[in-house]
């Protein structure tokens, strides 16, 4: 069993900024990747940002230098800081982490989603 705890939601004003952090801890044995995504009811789950084990980061256009991801793999734990939050930023945003499970296979496993609110 492997759980995904995030924290950080909020609601803050445009312009504000906001630290979201997941940890995770379970049954798994190398991360190789930690990321985050974000859904609007209604639309399809989207990528933010992700970090590799060997520490590739991607961001997704739209945070253009706002947001910044980073990670502890020994703590099994990923942040990611968002500065300059805009209204359309207001999302549920999902921690993911790509790892070994113990059965040597790669899975994915997903947050419940914390919730971050931009008011104009």
């Known amino acids: 069993q492997v759980q995904l705890v995030e924290s950080g939601g909020g609601l803050v004003q445009a312009g504000g900024s906001l630290r979201l952090s997941c940890a995770a801890s379970g049954s798994f044995k190398n991360i190789k990747a930690m990321n985050w995504y974000r859904q609007t009811p209604g639309k399809e789950r989207e990528f933010v940002a992700s970090?590799?084990?060997?520490?590739?980061?991607n961001y997704a256009d739209f945070t253009k230098g706002r947001f910044a991801i980073s990670s502890d793999n020994t703590k099994a734990t990923v942040n990611l800081q968002m500065n300059s939050l805009k209204p359309e930023d207001t999302a549920a945003y999902y921690c993911n982490i790509e790892a070994i499970n113990r059965y040597n296979w790669l899975s994915s496993y997903w947050g419940q989603g914390t919730q971050v609110t931009v008011s104009a």
């Open positions: 970090i590799t084990s060997d520490g590739n980061i």
